[in-house]
DNA sequence: CTGAAAGCGCTTACAG
DNA sequence: CTGAAAGCGCTTACAG
């Protein structure tokens, strides 16, 4: 069945295709009659207009692409389900690709989307991301690009994040305030700005509270699809390192999950013997015992307001007005849980 | 910076737009000297083929659809990453839309999609949804639909599933061999197609072993947002209706944990007092204390293998050769852990 | 109020 | 081997 035309609309009523094309976007220079009788018949013959032809004509796809590390991710999802709710609010589809926390991938995926002429591109980082020539590229090309959760300070675009820096000094503090003097770290990997924020934020929480900051009590994962065996694997080594550690402040969730799996099974209580603080607040942090403290992070609230922040920077380019780049920072808070004190 | 056209390509080298357009994709009828020429300049303006135009002219969007009930979900964000993943590798791009379980919505995004021109449309029902019209309209444009997992048998296209019935009448066989003799079944909502499927291979072992069915012991539950709260209610509710059940069948994991949740703060022990099954093998469920007996039904893979028949009845359509719906049959396994003896 | 015309950027059957 | 031409289905500035 191949789909309606203006042309057969026009042919039909013996009017000409510019007038149908008028007739349906309701410009005012039709006569009533005109659009009642076009209507009519696009509604009967079931009318579409052709995407691919609009398209090529406006120059918009009102399709946006979404470059995400990991779709199987409680905060992510959350991230996407957000992204597209609004999205499809405005009228614009979301397109998704997961890069796996690969920078090639992710520079693959890009170029994909900047192929497809989408409207607009979020993104956040992959781990591996060093580089950041893809994304310049994106904004030499004129299209709105907006980072989040995982963001390159130096690309020049518009960011949706938290205070990594300061949620984790609170978690931190939260840990001394119950009585903790020897606290670990297991960091995120090495590049992303958030983990180094989370890591700077525990250093200065230390420090303000005269603990000494012990390199040695800092341990990496790289919060990927072993994310849970990754706190598993830290959890023994910090055992087998250090037997005089009272708190583990963790990069995320499920890595906390994973400690805390290894802690029950060497037998090591929780909170008493080891208080345990996440971050993210994961779902399932709240139906394990003993339930996780952590950190609240919007998962939903920040795709929704990336979503907004690149609606706004869609519309001012297709007015020719300049981009202002904003930061929006969201606000978190400390959930207290079984796992401390 | 405006994108370079084939136009413009063609000017610099004072040659025809056919040419370059040809020399690009590597026709035969080029010389080789025009075709090097033409890759070089289009390589250095670094040419991007405007994809409004390709779709306009070959009349596909090497995009497709996909329609979800729940992003945020074990299962389904699981299927999400393996069509992503799937669909990259052969070309196609993925737009994601959320039916929240909402008929009305669902039926919208099936607009939107067909709108869009997408190559084909993938979705699993929303709970929702028991008028298929949406769906034999997309048949009946000719474009190909694969449903998986929560789909209706009656609409003439390609699923994607798992024997629910038969992996449902393992998960209850597991709990009588393990020594329970009353049963009580939370089932899913009442429309789904696998919520029916998962209801009746729970009465099938029940009857197959001389143990009466009950309908007293089936609770309903929506399987939506508020899955666990969902199983803390029923939860509830069974013990206050009930003294002498002994195991619980539940539609899916997350209801089970928030059952389990309710058993455990009321002081039923789990398994001794009162065995639990789940059904989808939630990665939560192999963390929490007792860890949680389920089905496991493999996500990533049925995502990958719904795109794949996708891919299929893309490729037939275009040759006009005529679909052979296909239904595939995915195997499941009962994985025992600590809410059974 | 209506329509003829140009054009978006590509592809492809056809002629030479 | 190369190119002129038609056309995909729309939108919009312009003429009448």
Redesign the pocket.
């Known amino acids: 069945m191949?789909?309606v035309?203006?042309?057969q609309i026009a042919e039909e009523l013996?009017?000409?295709?510019?007038?149908v094309?008028?007739a349906?976007?309701d410009y005012?220079?039709?006569?009533?009659?005109?659009k009642a009788l076009v209507k009519e018949l696009a509604k009967t013959l079931n009318?579409k207009?052709?995407t691919?032809?609009?398209n090529?004509?406006?120059?918009e796809s009102k399709t946006i692409g979404l470059v995400i590390p990991v779709i199987v991710h409680h905060f992510f999802s959350n991230v996407i389900k957000g992204i597209v709710a609004q999205a499809e609010k405005k009228g614009y589809l979301v397109i998704i690709l997961q890069s796996n926390e690969s920078y090639e991938l992710e520079k693959k995926q890009i170029d994909l989307l900047l192929n497809q002429r989408v409207d607009g591109i979020m993104i956040s980082l992959a781990n591996g991301t060093a580089d950041f020539s893809h994304l310049k590229q994106v904004l030499e090309l004129g299209k709105p690009l907006v980072m989040f959760d995982k963001i390159a300070k130096i690309v020049p675009c518009s960011k949706v994040v938290i205070d990594d820096r300061k949620a984790a000094y609170l978690a931190t503090q939260h840990l001394i305030d119950t009585g903790c003097t020897r606290i670990a770290h297991f960091r995120g990997a090495l590049l992303p700005q958030n983990s180094i924020d989370r890591f700077l934020g525990y250093k200065k929480a230390l420090l303000d509270n005269d603990l000494p900051y012990d390199p040695s009590l800092v341990y990496i994962c790289e919060c990927d699809d072993r994310s849970f065996e990754e706190g598993l694997d830290n959890a023994k080594k910090l055992l087998n390192d250090h037997d005089d550690v009272d708190g583990i402040f963790i990069n995320t969730d499920l890595v906390a999950i994973g400690a805390m799996t290894e802690l029950a099974k060497q037998g090591v209580a929780v909170p008493n013997d080891m208080a345990v603080v996440g971050f993210s607040n994961w779902f399932m942090s709240s139906v394990i015992s003993p339930s996780l403290t952590t950190i609240n992070q919007p998962g939903v609230e920040m795709g929704k307001r990336a979503f907004k922040q690149l609606y706004k920077e869609i519309k001012a380019i297709k007015k020719n007005k300049p981009i202002n780049p904003k930061v929006i920072t969201l606000e978190t808070e400390l959930i207290k849980r079984e796992s401390t004190k």
């Open positions: 191949e789909p035309t203006l042309k013996n009017i000409s295709v510019a007038t094309s008028k349906l976007k005012p220079d039709v006569s009533k009659k005109t009318y207009p052709n691919f032809a609009v090529l004509r406006t120059r």
